[in-house]
């Protein structure tokens, strides 16, 4: 299920980065009264009442050295590509400027849904200040503080009205989909291009099956996959080549539909932060990971190269233990053949399922060979311990008190558990829960 996506909009210093840390939950963006401040993570997840959604906060796109109004301009069109509802956030202590009315005309050719927001209303009393808003011409404002968390909750049930009903394409569940993710110009299309073009691979191009990606069903050796592409993969200009943190964005939404996805890094290059910031997206969403290390023929290299950029990979990469590496060249195909094999076993891991007592067995042993941790005088009990879903594998840990469980040992657990079901390719996660 792809989740709808809601972007804050707004001129700088309204408050984007307060409310979008509001609705998310979590202090993730910097939020300092200084205008453009905000530099850090500009994308999380959010649910009100029935609804998960995604939310972008645009002051966190960094357009550069574009004059002020390009950078807003710049800002918004990124977010109405993303969106599908835009929140578009003004500030009610100042009224309506000349900014707020530039990002209006932007927001009224974009023919997407906008909800208008009119922000540092903190009190009752300060609601007269909303009337001005009406000229912008998106209906009714609703008055919101971000500071003291007010009005948020009619703010959601409004944009919540507007969320796509899901258009998403159906494939059986022994298709196999995935897709590629990774920074401008580390060979993607080139990768996708030298898979499609290898022999015994029959195509059928499916444009539109869902509002903005490119599916492209194939089969390779009787397995039917499906690569699943992005409009944002396929676009070009100024502000997506320029902007490292679109590429992020233009991730999203593959990824939540993809099986497997293929993490892929400029061999030529090297590993850079905006790689291990992109792949952190997929890990967090629970999907297969395969780090494929592409341009691997421009790459000087001796007996020790190879093994030398894998030790590279696994010390910047520490979250990604379980993802196993290819190296090759999209360009002249060498190596190519072995990356189908590696997405279908990591596909293959991510839908295991452990038997319930071979799992405790394992578990048992486990706890005989290291015992379980205590505090203040209270032991760690583990009763038993079962698989509760598949794509990431989850396992429950039925324990006396969860608390006592900690981080360490759910990762001794964690280790023991791969050693013994493989589950190579695949994040798996284990909750500790109180047995009743």
């Known amino acids: 299920m792809v989740k709808p996506v809601i972007a804050i909009v707004g001129r700088p210093n309204v408050g984007k980065s307060t409310i979008f840390n509001r609705i998310v939950g979590e202090r993730i963006s910097i939020v300092e009264d200084i205008p453009g401040v905000t530099r850090d993570r500009i994308y999380s997840s959010g649910e009100w009442l029935t609804h998960d959604f995604n939310i972008i906060d645009t002051g966190g796109i960094d357009i550069g050295d574009e004059p002020f109004l390009d950078q807003i301009r710049q800002q918004a069109e990124i977010a109405i590509d993303e969106a599908d509802v835009i929140i578009f956030l003004t500030n009610g202590r100042e009224g309506v400027t000349s900014a707020d009315e530039e990002v209006a005309k932007i927001l009224y ?11 540092k209303i903190d009190n009752p009393e300060m609601k007269d200040q909303i009337y001005d808003f009406y000229s912008l011409g998106f209906g009714e404002p609703f008055p919101i503080s971000g500071s003291h968390g007010i ?8 944009a919540s009205k507007h969320f796509p009903k899901s258009n998403q394409a159906d494939y059986d569940d022994d298709v196999i989909k995935f897709s590629l993710i990774g920074r401008p110009n580390v060979g993607k299309s080139s990768l996708v291009n030298a898979l499609l073009g290898e022999e015994r691979v ?27 592409d992005t409009a944002g993969m396929r676009k070009k200009g100024k502000v997506y080549e320029s902007t490292e943190k679109y590429s992020v964005l233009r991730a999203l939404r593959a990824i939540e539909r993809s099986d497997v996805v293929l993490v892929v890094i400029d061999g030529e290059e090297g590993i850079l932060e905006q790689d291990k910031k992109i792949a952190g997206y ?17 790459v000087e290299k001796d007996e020790k190269t190879m093994k030398e950029f894998e030790q590279n990979i696994r010390e910047h990469f520490q979250f990604l233990s379980y993802a196993p590496i290819v190296f090759l060249s999209a360009k002249t195909k060498k190596r190519i053949h072995t990356l189908l094999p590696m997405i279908n076993m990591a596909s293959e891991n991510h839908a295991m399922r452990v038997q319930t007592n071979i799992l405790n067995d394992v578990i048992m042993d486990a706890v005989a060979m290291n015992p379980t941790p205590t505090d203040k005088g209270r032991r760690l009990k583990i009763y038993y311990v079962t698989q509760v879903a598949i794509k990431p594998p989850t396992f429950v840990v039925f324990v006396n008190e969860p608390e006592l469980m900690h981080f360490s040992y759910e990762r001794f657990l964690e280790n023991r558990i791969r050693d013994a079901f493989g589950f190579e390719g695949t994040p798996i996660k284990l909750y500790a829960r109180e047995r009743k």
């Open 109 to 119: 050719k974009s023919k997407k849904p906008v909800v208008l927001a009119v922000n």
């Open 202 to 228: 029959i195509v059928s191009n499916i444009a539109g099956t869902t509002r903005d990606a490119i599916d492209t069903p194939y089969t390779y050796d009787g397995q039917e996959y499906v690569i699943i």
């Open 151 to 158: 009005g948020l909750g009619d703010l959601l049930d409004e």
């Open 282 to 298: 997929a890990h967090e969403a629970g999907r297969a990971i395969v780090i494929v290390v592409n341009k691997w023929d421009a």
